[in-house]
């Protein structure tokens, strides 16, 4: 029986004109084939851009956002704002009706501030990176729910704690959660150049499918390098959090969605979790 599809989309995918055009019809295709689709967004370009229109510093230490109050208050205004709109309207010229919301709402994503850290590249002392969140839980009830009434939720990724401070909450964390939560068909990551390849510029090196293992080795012994990496790192993150299958794909094709789901291997890249070690030595 189709399941659940959570989707999840950065702010540099809905930069690309091509991945743009193709998202609402590969959503309206998963729901025409039976499958019920939750969407989780980011929207890390958009919020700098608007910091900048603003003039409000862009504070990064190692590629890592520092958030202070302004900052926060521009990616309310970008991701929960104007991407949240703008992606349900994308998709309603689609057919896929949608219902935005922000996962600071009803305790949708319940987070907490992120602990310092000692970044690579940044000495040995740890960061605080501000107003920055781990999700500790999601509201997969709620999220049910609201699948319940007929439209995709498209959630974008902020938080908040009990005492309704926001954060700033990863959009991959916020989906990983997602996905375990509601036992998920699968975890799709949105991602230009559609999956894992050993050489970045070329298809026909397409990793069609890794366990954790297998993905941990690629990374290792560089049979996989440059810009593969982070998604593999996310893939990896996405698993370790309880979900079943993750897909690396790109939605620039008119059915890569479904064709992934119903012929895995065919499109993108799988990332699935090793073996339990009972089985494999059944083996």
């Known amino acids: 029986m189709p399941g659940i599809v959570v989707v999840k989309i950065g702010g540099e995918i809905l930069q690309d004109d091509r991945q743009r055009s193709g998202l609402g019809p590969n ?3 998963l729901r025409k084939a039976g ?3 939750v969407v989780v967004h980011g929207g890390g370009p958009q919020s700098s851009e608007l910091q900048d229109r603003l003039g409000i510093p862009l504070k990064q230490v190692a590629s890592r956002r520092i ?7 521009a990616a309310k205004q970008a991701v929960a704002g104007q991407l949240n709109v703008d992606i349900v309207a994308l998709l309603a010229r689609a057919g896929v009706p949608a219902l935005g919301v922000a996962g600071a709402s009803a305790g949708l994503v ?3 501030k992120q602990a310092p850290l000692i970044v690579a590249g940044a000495g040995d002392k740890p960061i605080d990176f501000g107003l920055v969140g781990e999700v500790e839980g999601v509201a997969s009830g709620l999220v049910a729910g609201l699948l319940a009434l ?4 498209v959630i974008a990724a902020l938080g908040a704690d009990e005492q309704g401070q926001v954060y700033d909450v990863g959009a991959d964390a916020v ?3 997602l996905a375990a939560a509601l036992s998920a068909e699968a975890l799709v990551l ?5 999956g894992i390849r050993r050489e970045v510029e070329h ?3 397409r990793i069609a499918s890794m366990t954790e293992a297998e993905a941990r080795q690629a990374v290792a012994s560089s049979a996989v390098t440059g810009v593969m990496i982070p998604r593999i790192d996310e893939g990896l993150r996405a698993v370790a959090a309880g979900v079943r299958s993750v897909l690396l794909a790109d939605v620039a094709e008119p059915g890569a969605l479904c064709q992934a789901l119903a012929q895995p291997g065919a499109v993108g890249t799988w990332i699935v979790p090793d073996p339990p070690a009972a089985a494999a030595g059944e083996e």
Do not use: M, Q
Request: charged fraction near 30%; hydrophobic fraction near 40%; proline fraction near 6%.
């Open 35 to 37: 499958r019920e689709v």
């Open 27 to 29: 959503l309206r295709d």
């Open 110 to 112: 319940r987070a907490r």
């Open 175 to 177: 989906a990983a959660a």
């Open 67 to 73: 958030v202070d109050g302004a900052t926060l208050d």
């Open 203 to 205: 298809a026909d090196t």
């Open 190 to 194: 949105i991602s230009a150049g559609g």
């Open 150 to 153: 007929g439209p995709v939720p």
